[in-house]
């Protein structure tokens, strides 16, 4: 079990152009989490997803962010025309609603 | 509002020696508590998890502690080692599992030699 993959580690974009985020959760679990964490903050919630659903993204900005979680293959968190302010790292964990949380190692994503 | 307060912020310690973290939270209604390890570049891995009515708990050299009552919590490290330098988070639930947590900002303990 190679646990929650997050890729890319490390994401370099510049301003105006699409990051895409993926996690594979753990096998068996179906919930997946998106957290960011910005320099010196703790992790803020963003978007908690099952299979093909959106169940709580009251953590998400309402612009230029989106999430998805198909049927098949890994979750994608997607920002559009980036900014500076976008630069943190984004945190995803899988659950599998037996109160087991585990994190992947993250993406940091820096915006030039 | 839900929130996560820990104390302190940072801290410095001596190797072998012990040190306690606390965590105090307002999330209502309350499910369940978490420590989490977090070492730099990395993303946490969990200590321990608490629910309302479970006092203590321990893994390893690690012991969190939970009053529902007062709504604290503290983690004990004992006989701290260099490998413990790291950001311990205490992560509350507000709700039952399977739903968002709500994260305090952290503790950055530094353990030298």
């Known amino acids: 079990n190679a646990g929650v993959m997050q890729n890319p580690r490390h994401l370099v974009r510049r301003r105006g152009q699409e990051a895409r985020l993926r996690c594979s959760p753990m096998?068996?679990?179906?919930?997946v989490y998106w957290y960011r964490q910005l320099p010196e903050e703790g992790l803020k919630f963003m978007v908690y997803?099952?299979?093909?659903?959106?169940?709580?993204e009251s953590g998400m900005p309402k612009e230029r962010f989106s999430a998805e979680f198909p049927k098949e293959g890994p979750s994608i968190l997607r920002i559009q025309q980036v900014v500076r302010g976008d630069s943190a790292a984004y945190f995803c964990?899988?659950?599998?609603?037996?109160?087991?949380?585990?994190f992947g190692s993250g993406t940091r994503l820096t915006v030039v | 509002k839900n929130q996560v307060e820990q104390s302190p912020q940072s801290l410095i310690i001596l190797e072998g020696k012990n040190c306690t973290l606390q965590?105090?939270?307002?999330?209502?209604?309350?499910?369940?508590l978490r420590w989490y390890k977090q070492d730099t570049g990395r993303g946490p891995v969990s200590l321990t998890i608490?629910?309302?009515?479970?006092n203590t708990k321990s893994n390893g050299r690690y012991t969190a502690t939970l009053d529902a009552d007062t709504k604290q919590s503290s983690l004990h490290i004992t006989a701290s080692q260099l490998s413990d330098s790291a950001s311990y988070i205490c992560?509350?639930?507000?709700?039952?599992?399977?739903?968002?947590?709500?994260f305090g900002k952290g503790t950055t303990l530094s353990v030298s030699s």
């Open positions: 608490m629910t309302f009515s479970e």
């Open positions: 992560v509350v639930s507000g709700r039952q599992a399977g739903t968002a947590l709500i």
């Open positions: 997803l099952q299979k093909e659903n959106i169940i709580d």
């Open positions: 964990a899988s659950s599998d609603n037996n109160y087991g949380y585990t």
């Open positions: 965590c105090n939270y307002t999330v209502s209604p309350f499910s369940n």
């Open positions: 096998k068996g679990h179906s919930h």
